[in-house]
């Protein structure tokens, strides 16, 4: 279910590149047409006429980063959970310029790879920041606990 969401996103993500890199742009308006579709001035059409009005707009690259727009987090397993230590430990990264709430996912498997639990959590972490959460893990996972994994991107809650 969360892959559909991100292929939903990347595909939302890739449409808004595409249109931005084109030149389109919802408030861009083309001045000086009649019904018709004939421009008021004899210049020719094209981005190469002169009688253009290109003052009002302005083209957006994939580089800028605006400060409205918040990127997801990434997620790093520290260290896994052990018997002494009944939990896993995730450090997660937020590189926006301002406190961002993210979903981190992560699993606890078994020495064949099976599942033996699975869930996420949510952190709250400070501009440009990282903080550092515990996954507990019980003790029926404990007994069979072979490896910790979790997501490396953080999902962007708010």
Request: hydrophobic share 30%; charged share 20%; glycine share 8%.
């Amino acid at each position: 279910m969360r892959s559909r969401g991100r292929v939903l996103r990347f595909t939302a993500v890739t449409a808004t590149v595409v249109l931005a890199l084109t030149g389109f742009s919802s408030g861009h308006k083309s001045s000086g047409r009649h019904k018709s579709g004939h421009s008021d001035s004899d210049g020719g059409g094209g981005c190469s006429s002169s009688s253009q009005d290109h003052d009002s707009y302005t083209p957006r690259t994939t580089g800028t980063r605006r400060a409205s727009t918040l990127q997801d987090g990434t997620a790093v397993l520290v260290s896994c959970a052990t018997r002494t230590a009944p939990h896993a430990t995730v450090e997660v990264t937020n590189p926006n310029s301002r406190e961002a709430v993210f979903e981190v996912e992560f699993s606890f498997t078994d020495a064949s790879g099976r599942t033996l639990s699975r869930g996420d959590r949510q952190v709250t972490v400070s501009a440009d920041g990282t903080s550092r959460i515990q996954v507990p893990a019980s003790r029926a996972v404990l007994a069979k606990l072979d490896q910790c994994w979790v997501e490396r991107e953080a999902d962007l809650v708010n």
